[in-house]
Nanobody, 137 residues
Framework: QVQLAESGGDSVQAGGSLRLSCAASASVYARNMQCMAWFRQAPGNEREGVAAMKIRGSNAGVKWLADSVKGRFAISQDNAENTLSLQMMNLKPEDTGMYYC?????????????????????????WGQGTQVTVSA
């Protein structure tokens, strides 16, 4: 069983910054996970993929960001700590939502994202419990 645990969510004012972390159990790597991603979901909205990273295999290190967060969010990985991070800057009220970390073994995960211009949540069977981000105007 892959264990993912998010942390770092908080309430901030518009223009502020937050850093989310996703702690992955060692099995994430032992189980040949290929992509890890961050999704968010606001009440009444569908889950939206905001950032992804290829963590193993060909194109390891390739990153993808949704247009809505480009220039403001950055995704990174700390192999030593088995941690995936999402640095969020210049936060806007529309960034409010529950943020989830997810992982997939699909070897073509990054190609799928690039072809679709979005992260297909259905391809990610491993999810954390989420961390809440609230941005006030």
């Amino acid at each position: 069983q892959v264990q993912l645990a998010e942390s770092g969510g908080d309430s901030v004012q518009a223009g502020g910054s937050l850093r989310l972390s996703c702690a992955a159990s060692a099995s994430v790597y032992a189980r040949n996970m290929q992509c890890m991603a961050w999704f968010r979901q606001a009440p009444g909205n569908e889950r939206e993929g905001v950032a992804a990273m290829k963590i193993r295999g060909s194109n390891a290190g390739v990153k993808w960001l949704a247009d809505s967060v480009k220039g403001r969010f950055a995704i990174s990985q700390d192999n030593a700590e088995n941690t995936l991070s999402l640095q969020m800057m210049n936060l806007k009220p529309e960034d409010t939502g529950m943020y989830y970390c997810a992982a997939t073994q699909g070897v073509f995960c990054m190609r799928a994202i690039q072809d679709l211009h979005s992260i297909p949540a259905r391809d990610y069977p491993n999810w954390g419990q989420g961390t809440q981000v609230t941005v006030s105007a």
